[in-house]
């Protein structure tokens, strides 16, 4: 359970795995109507959406070499779009630091990764909670939840639904959702991949947050995660914010706080 480097490129390899196979998923819809692109620059992958501009969607993963530093910074900007670089402690080298702040590029952020053994887990018992997997019918419901508990707008749903259901027959994907006094009110989803599985998104409606509906969902994956095979479960999630103090909670621990660059 101690953090070493082998356990740190675990962590960070895990969300390079959901990510990749999450865009490659969305890409492969006919037509690719997000405008997908996944490129790797060495051991780095850039990922790129032409119609989701948020950084979530734009971002590059992994070691970047000094050589490939003016190639990714080119792939983003013939595509005239502001990306996100993220960087973990260990995987680079002060010389790209420097190129990078030479080309205008600043340190913006800081995001949060952590990581648990996989392990048999039981849900708190709460008369009013139940935590199930979601249903192939039920997509424009947690499309729903999705847009209302991330604050993106509800004209959104269709896309999200969209992009989410291409993932939900696909190997390795899970998704859960909860419900409050029978009403849907929070969602969750679960990549596994060889022996980790990264918990990859969650969502609650705001009337039902503070009711432990995040904290069930968490054991629920760790379980699931267990029961599956698993060894880790890794999970990413701004500091101290109420995702960060959920998973500790539930027995996860920092890997590591990895930086965020964007340009000036």
Same mark, same amino acid.
């Given at each position: 359970?101690?953090i070493?480097q082998?356990?740190? !490129?675990l962590?960070?390899q895990?969300?390079?795995?959901?990510?990749?196979?999450?865009? !490659?998923?969305i890409?492969?819809r !006919? #037509?690719?109507?997000e405008g997908?692109?996944?490129?790797?620059f =060495?051991?780095a992958?850039a990922?790129?959406?032409r119609?989701?501009p948020w950084?979530l969607?734009n971002?590059?993963?992994?070691?970047i070499?000094?050589?490939?530093?003016?190639?990714?910074?080119?792939? $983003?900007?013939?595509? %005239?779009r502001n990306?996100?670089?993220?960087?973990?402690? #260990?995987k680079?080298?002060?010389?790209?630091?420097k190129d990078l702040? $030479?080309a205008?590029? $600043?340190?913006?952020?800081?995001?949060?990764?952590?990581?648990c053994?996989a392990? *048999?887990t039981?849900?708190d018992?709460?008369?009013?909670? !139940?935590?199930?997997?979601l &249903?192939?019918?039920?997509? %424009?419901?947690y499309?729903e939840?999705?847009?209302?508990g991330? =604050?993106?707008?509800?004209?959104?749903?269709?896309s999200?639904?969209?992009n989410?259901?291409?993932?939900?027959?696909?190997? /390795?994907?899970?998704?859960?959702i909860?419900?409050?006094?029978k009403?849907?009110?929070s969602?969750?989803v679960?990549?596994?991949?060889e022996?980790?599985?990264?918990?990859?998104?969650?969502?609650?409606?705001?009337? +039902?947050?503070? *009711?432990g509906l995040?904290r069930?969902?968490?054991?629920? @994956?760790? %379980?699931e995660? +267990?029961?599956? =095979?698993?060894q880790?479960?890794?999970?990413?999630c701004a +500091?101290?914010s109420?995702s960060h @103090?959920n998973?500790? &909670?539930? /027995?996860?621990?920092? #890997? +590591?706080? &990895?930086?965020t660059?964007? *340009?000036l």
């Amino acid at each position: 359970m101690i953090i070493s480097q082998a356990l740190a !490129e675990l962590i960070e390899q895990s969300e390079m795995d959901y990510m990749t196979d999450r865009m !490659e998923a969305i890409r492969a819809r !006919e #037509g690719n109507p997000e405008g997908v692109e996944v490129k790797r620059f =060495g051991s780095a992958t850039a990922f790129y959406s032409r119609t989701m501009p948020w950084g979530l969607f734009n971002n590059v993963k992994g070691k970047i070499e000094e050589e490939n530093v003016e190639e990714i910074i080119a792939f $983003y900007r013939e595509r %005239d779009r502001n990306f996100e670089i993220q960087i973990t402690p #260990g995987k680079v080298h002060p010389a790209v630091l420097k190129d990078l702040a $030479y080309a205008g590029f $600043y340190q913006s952020g800081f995001h949060t990764s952590l990581y648990c053994e996989a392990r *048999k887990t039981e849900p708190d018992h709460v008369a009013e909670v !139940e935590i199930r997997e979601l &249903r192939p019918e039920e997509m %424009d419901t947690y499309a729903e939840i999705h847009c209302l508990g991330t =604050g993106l707008s509800i004209e959104g749903k269709t896309s999200v639904a969209a992009n989410n259901e291409v993932l939900f027959m696909r190997p /390795g994907w899970r998704f859960y959702i909860a419900l409050y006094n029978k009403i849907p009110a929070s969602v969750a989803v679960m990549y596994m991949q060889e022996d980790a599985a990264s918990l990859t998104f969650a969502a609650t409606l705001p009337e +039902y947050r503070n *009711k432990g509906l995040q904290r069930n969902l968490l054991l629920k @994956r760790i %379980d699931e995660a +267990y029961r599956n =095979g698993c060894q880790w479960v890794v999970g990413q999630c701004a +500091y101290s914010s109420t995702s960060h @103090r959920n998973m500790e &909670r539930a /027995g996860m621990k920092i #890997g +590591y706080t &990895r930086a965020t660059w964007t *340009k000036l």
